[in-house]
């Protein structure tokens, strides 16, 4: 059955069918990190989200173009930042190359990714590898009037781009509120208006990143490299464009500026912003320094964890909820998404201990078969992740009765239970289970010796051997087994 799949338009409000420009390809845009720092929940959440769509989108059948920035050179958010640049203060402090703690984090944010289930993209350019195309979008931008030099720099003229166009359409702010927000910011005797936004930058002295151009010689402004790089590599027009809320504004507003500004019309059909993890109701971030790093999940190395927790624990957690709610961040939380991912993993393997029959029970058939589409209805509504882990569960519960006998199931809807959940859990949602590739084998060859143990203990009860029955099962009990009698047998798993 053909799906049609909805999905929330930030620039329009509301949720919109999802109509590729190209059909049946799809160009998607989501901005990366600024890589002069170990990646945080915060970073994982975006990340996740746009997996999550480009596993979705590959699996309805589009050729999807993934392309997701590395912000290297070029990322102050504020014009008074200037002589501050985040990677070069790192690169003194530690005496190397502003590249060479580019190139760390980088990495770092890679195995944290890979360690998340997270796909790499079809293209992750970045921003120091195109200044070119961000000094020719800023020549543009001045051709067509929309821009102005001041001391070598380059500002946006709001007010020139406001008369002909509506600087604010992404995040509902008019100019004028726009205006009264700018605070006084060091430099701003450059600019025509507060609120005009740094275009190109002339170096000081002092800054070690800077590329000649025909201005100054200095650096992209922050907004240039989504703007440029997006239309390298998906063209004038494409579909969508993601990245976290919190960029709404100023980032994404500046961004449809420069390229209405540059080309005259929109460079994005639909605009999807994920929300912020909190900590108490504050945004989790490095700017507050209230963040835990992934690897501090990984290891349980902080002072707000009681206990290491796994990626795909962190994982569950944040699909737990919708991507355009806010999640609040706690300790009790991460438990009990560790609960509940077990839970699932637990009827994902009893799946192959179950025994089909000749029939099935009328409500176990019914469920089967309206299960698939429940969980794509989920899918197709604006990515309702935690609606399709719910109804994980129900079938979790149905696995359970199988797996006791309570309940009976033919082959052909045993097929298809454990083809969606299957589908759902791992393909779609990325819920691997929770063990890295070289100790998947001897993880296996573990559960074969637990089988063989119980066929003995089986073989025991069937020589009616009582006492080898039971002591089997109490050594297998006091090793952190639970074995459970069914009527086809033994079932077991392992307490954690």
Known sequence: MKQ???????LTRQKERFQPLHAPRVGMYVCGPTVYGDPHLGHARPAITFDILFRYLRHLGYQVRYVRNITDVGHLEHDADEGDD????????????PMEIAQYYTNRYHQAMDALGVLRPSIEPHA???????????????DHGFAYESNGSIYFDIEAYNKQY?????????LENIKDESR???GVGEKRNQADFALWKKASPEHIMRWPSPWSDGFPGWHCECTAMGRKYLGDEFDIHGGGMDLVFPHHECEIAQAVASQGKQMVKYWMHNNMITINGQKMGKSLGNFITLEQFFTGQSPLLSQPYSPMTIRFFILSAHYRSTVDFSDEALQASQKGLERLNDGLSNLQRIQPTDHCDADTEQFVRALRQRCYDAMNDDLMTQLVISYLFEACHVVNALVDGKAKICADCLRELSDVMHLFAEELLGLRADSNAGNADREEAF???VDMVLSLRAK????KDWATSDRIRDELVALGFEVKDTKDGATWKLNK
Do not use: F
């Open 447 to 449: 559960g074969h010796v």
């Open 166 to 174: 509506h600087y604010g359409i992404l995040s509902g702010r008019s």
């Open 184 to 186: 006084t910011l060091a």
């Open 460 to 463: 025991a009860k069937a020589d």
């Open 4 to 10: 049609t799949l909805l999905i929330y338009n930030t």
């Open 128 to 142: 120091s590898g195109h200044i070119i195309e961000q000094q020719q979008l800023v020549q543009q931008i001045l």
């Open 86 to 97: 985040k990677i070069e203060k790192k690169a003194r402090l530690e005496q190397l190359e």
